[in-house]
């Protein structure tokens, strides 16, 4: 027996109590259980750092990981659903910085590292609660007793060992180069993490200065420069050899700059000589600055292949310490590195006029200092794209100095080849935005200068200079149960094999991507556990993360599953946009924009939300998130679903209706019943293309689709079927159909919606006839081969389009379609019988002739008495059920009509009494006034007046 189903559907509620079934009856390991041994399909859950409150993107992101293990579970697979914790790294450590008031490294110190990193430890569980509440809450299927997480041991130890492969490949060195570095947390970062912070619109300076030749006086080369902070640092002028220069004459000075880049002068000026670029090199100018001057030579004029005429003056300011062309030209040329700057990003106290200013402040002091002394031709601001530190906002400085490095540009090639091994989702993420990064990539800068994360492997003998890159705890004589965090790891010794000296760490740590991209093998404790398993569960089939993940998760993968392996660690990933504001800016807490998920799902319910996420963009563009499109998910979808099957369940409840009673075989059904399987063996066809196409939008709108032909056509076409009295072949055809679509669509949906999907499945199928006890250890809806009928598909498609056609013809006319008309001409091929009775009904009207073709139709909007009387009958139908429903009247309450009146309307009642009487489930119909308590109104149509009333009859 079906349980009645509310009308009023509380989605949030519901679902409360769907996880309470969850989880009383471990339906999730269940279902892992029951496909132990199957095929496996092999998900990677990329880890978050759970150091905050998780947002609405993380809903996003955890819905897609969600869906497809949920499918390819029902599909038949054995998926894997592994939790996992980022636990390492800045956005730990800035966090805890910010509980305790830190502003930097110095105040670390002195607090200690050992406390530093207790708390660091426990911040990062702080927010583990919260991220399991939105995890359950949303019906994200993840498995947090088997979670890997980042500080534990056994996954260190796996890190270590990968970075021991690296190292005995050679990839791993230690070298002196200008990387990206954070001079608030005093760390290099890499490029990866350089790609996390660029800021579009950032305000600048834009300076040309003067440098006096020294053989020259009055005469300058010209450079450009946005940085002029860089300028106490320069060493050394480049020009190209293949660029021409010029000398040209402005009052008393002169000034050498390339011919292409004359327009950056301002005024008149007289083109002196032509200058070729090798007559140039070697000149020496004066220094704009004589502080920390190298012993060796340097201020002078050098070639180089990176300079243009693009932009600038063609003449390049060389500050060796401070870009990576800088410092390679530099090296190159054995000219001397300059560093003016210190690691807080803060002038040296050599450089008296700005010593202790941090490098931007700086730069206005430098544009005035510069002035005063004549040697800044012109400064103006520009506007263009900087890099920012990606965790504490600090922008972010190229800095030359001495750290780790894994060079992944020897295996690039290898890169390019297992990228192109990829199915990206979408395409140009894989050949725009990561190929476009591979194809200019550069060394990992690895090290990480700060406290809490897992320690490059690394010890150096104090002696020999003698290095040695460790893979294991046992290798230094620990155990599993030590912890390998500083600063307990530094204290640990090694004697060197090559002196007998003693052997001292390194202080770096890792950077915390090289952590999470180790999460394949790392997960596992491989190769010191596991062997197997890891070979079963190696590559992905499937990841999910957001588009920031490119050059961050996802490369990690790719280059750590390149050098170890050969081969990438992921086949199939779908990148999702940014989840922005309706205004589309980005979520902020300082904007006051962000959105809090668990409001969201207790507001409108975690189906609504994932659909909205799974349906409202193609995969890959950004979301304007709004509530109100969550509200109208629920609008035009989910009340339209629920409303379909509240009609079937209430009507089968009431009728006593078995679904293991017999079935009407599906060639003997009605024509109605015939094209709604048909149309469900197309979308279950069309669902299982799009989903292993990793194309949710498109399946999520087939379904939509799908559901919408439910109600609009066949539910409401077949109503009378439902409600007549006598159960005939046709009766039992209509509610088997239902039933069997119903049940299929739950199943269809469950990946998307698990929610209202199960409570469907619980009311309509669950435990009966042998069906598993929750839709989520069902198996996919199969086809059966009778639902199949493509011809019947387009007929009834036909039909719905010549609807259409005529629904317009009558608006055009200005006659309602309650109003019937005589007859219809069709210029097309005559309909079937049952497919001409649709139509006839569909657009009110008593006949159908056909002339030839040419497509279209013409009405007869020749309107007699007597088919007035029957519109103004249809009308009263529609009013007296609407008196019902204000009368609180239940659909199945008989009633007794009164009406009180003359004129059109109560003549149309008298000629149409039957029909009424059936249509309003009357079984009186009578003259006169209202007996008492009945429900009274005063009916207005087309201009009349009649007076209704209707009482309910009681039960027997």
């Known amino acids: 027996m079906f349980q009645e189903v509310s009308t009023r559907a509380g989605f949030p509620e519901m679902e409360v109590e769907v996880l309470a079934f969850w989880n009383e009856r471990d339906i999730f390991h269940k279902s892992l259980k029951q496909r132990e041994g199957k095929p496996p399909f092999v998900f990677y859950e990329g880890p978050p750092t759970a150091n905050n409150l998780p947002g609405i993107h993380h809903v996003l992101a955890r819905a897609l990981k969600d869906l497809f293990p949920r499918y390819k579970t029902m599909r038949g697979y054995y998926v894997e659903r592994k939790a996992g914790w980022d636990t390492h790294g800045l956005p730990v450590e800035i966090e805890v910085e910010k509980q305790l008031k830190f502003t930097g490294k110095q105040d670390i110190e002195k607090f200690g590292i050992e406390a530093f990193n207790k708390l660091c430890r426990e911040s990062v569980f702080k927010y583990i609660d919260q991220f399991a509440q939105v995890t359950e809450r949303m019906g994200y299927w993840v498995d947090f007793d088997q979670a890997y997480r980042t500080l534990d041991t056994t996954y260190m130890e796996s890190v270590w060992w990968i970075l021991k492969q690296i190292w005995d490949k050679q990839l791993l060195y230690q070298g002196f180069k200008v990387v990206p570095y954070c001079p608030r947390d005093q760390t290099p970062l890499s490029s990866h993490e350089l790609a996390l912070g660029y800021e579009d619109d950032i305000e600048d300076p834009s300076v040309y200065v003067k440098f006096e030749l020294e053989d020259e006086p009055k005469t300058y080369f010209l450079a450009w420069t946005t940085t002029p902070w860089t300028l106490p640092g320069n060493v050394a002028l480049a020009v190209g050899l293949d660029i021409p220069y ?224 460790v893979g294991s705890v046992a290798e230094l004589g ?26 001292r760490r390194v202080t770096d740590l890792i950077d915390v991507w090289f952590d999470s991209g180790s999460m394949p093998v790392a997960q596992y404790h491989y190769p010191f556990e596991n062997q197997e398993l890891f070979k079963q569960r190696f590559p992905a089939d499937f990841i999910a993360e957001g588009v920031d993940q490119t050059r961050g998760w996802f490369f990690s993968l790719l280059a750590i599953g390149t050098m170890l392996f050969d081969q990438p660690a992921f086949k199939n990933v779908i990148v999702n946009g940014t989840v922005l504001d309706k205004q589309g800016r980005k979520m902020s807490k300082s904007m006051k924009n962000s959105v809090d998920p668990m409001e969201v799902m207790s507001k409108f319910g975690a189906d609504a939300t994932r659909w909205y996420f799974f349906s409202a963009v193609a995969i890959g563009n950004d979301y304007r998130f709004d509530l109100s499109a969550v509200q109208d998910v629920v609008r035009r979808f989910l009340l339209i679903l629920w409303n379909t099957y509240g009609f079937f369940a209430n009507y089968a409840r009431l009728d006593g209706r078995d679904p293991a009673a017999a079935a009407v075989p599906v060639p003997e059904r009605a024509t109605l019943d015939r094209w709604l399987l048909a149309e469900l063996a197309v979308t279950i066809a069309d669902v299982e293309k799009a989903m292993d196409a ?44 239902l039933y069997q679509v119903l049940v299929s669509l739950a199943q269809l949906l469950a990946p998307y919606m698990p929610f209202v999907s199960e ?113 103004l009958a249809r009308d009263l139908v529609r009013k007296i059920q609407e008196l019902r429903k204000q009368s609180g009247f239940a659909v199945e309450d008989r009633i007794r009509l009164f009406y009180d009146g003359d004129g059109l309307l109560a003549e149309a009642l008298e000629r149409w009494r039957d029909y009424i009487a059936t249509e309003t489930l009357a079984v009186a119909v009578g003259r006169g006034g209202p007996p008492e308590g009945a429900s009274t109104e005063t009916l207005r149509i087309e201009g009349l007046d009649l007076q209704v009333s209707v009482v309910r009859v009681a039960a027997r």
């Open 694 to 737: 990793y194309d949710p939008p498109t399946a999520a709108r087939r379904l939509e689709a799908f559901v919408l032909d439910l109600s609009t056509w066949y539910v409401r076409r077949s109503r009378r079927r439902f409600w007549k009295s006598e159960s005939d072949v046709d009766k039992r055809s209509a509610y088997q159909t």
């Open 478 to 503: 620990l155990t599993l149960k030590d912890d390998l965090h500083r600063p307990y790891i530094d204290r640990v010794t090694l004697p060197c094999q090559k002196c007998g000296g003693a052997m």
């Open 246 to 469: 010029v000398r040209v004459r402005q009052g008393d000075e002169r000034y050498i700059l390339a011919r292409a880049r004359l327009s950056v002068l301002q005024g008149e000026y007289q083109v002196e000589a032509e200058v070729d670029a090798k007559s140039l090199l070697g000149k020496r100018y004066t220094p704009l600055y004589a502080y920390l001057i190298p012993d060796k030579p340097a201020f002078y004029v050098v070639d180089a292949d990176f300079v243009s005429v693009e932009d600038g003056t063609g003449i390049v300011h060389t500050a060796a310490a401070y870009g990576v062309d800088d410092l390679e030209l530099c090296l190159r040329k054995g000219i001397p590195v300059r560093h003016v700057v210190d690691l807080a990003g803060r002038f040296r106290p050599e450089v008296e006029p700005f010593a202790g200013l941090f490098v931007k402040k700086a730069d206005p002091k430098i544009i005035e200092d510069l002035t005063r002394r004549g040697l800044m031709y012109r400064a103006e601001t520009i506007r263009h794209t900087y890099p920012f530190c990606w965790r504490c906002g600090t922008p972010l400085l190229y800095y030359a100095l001495t750290s780790w490095f894994i060079k992944t540009t020897a295996v690039k090639d290898e890169l390019i080849r297992n990228n192109n091994l990829v199915n990206w989702v979408p395409p140009y993420v894989g050949t725009g935005r990561m190929a476009n990064w591979l194809e200019t990539l550069v060394d990992w800068s690895l090290s990480r200068w700060r406290y809490w994360g897992t320690p490059l492997p690394i010890w150096i003998c104090e002696q020999c200079d003698e290095r040695r890159c």
């Open 759 to 871: 409570t469907i499945y619980q009311n309509l199928a669950a435990g009966k006839q042998g069906q598993p006890e929750s839709v989520h250890l069902s198996d996919w809806p199969v086809v059966a081969p009778d639902w199949r009928d493509d011809e019947l598909r387009q007929q009834m498609s036909a039909v719905r389009r010549l609807v259409a056609t005529g629904l317009a013809a009558r608006n055009a006319a200005a006659i309602k379609v309650r109003q019937p008309l005589r007859a219809v001409t069709i210029a097309e091929p005559p309909l079937k019988p049952e497919l001409e009775s649709i139509l006839l009904e569909e657009l009110n009207i008593k006949a159908a002739r056909y002339r030839g073709e040419g497509g279209g139709l013409t009405l007869d909007t020749e309107i007699s008495q007597e088919l007035k009387l029957e519109g």
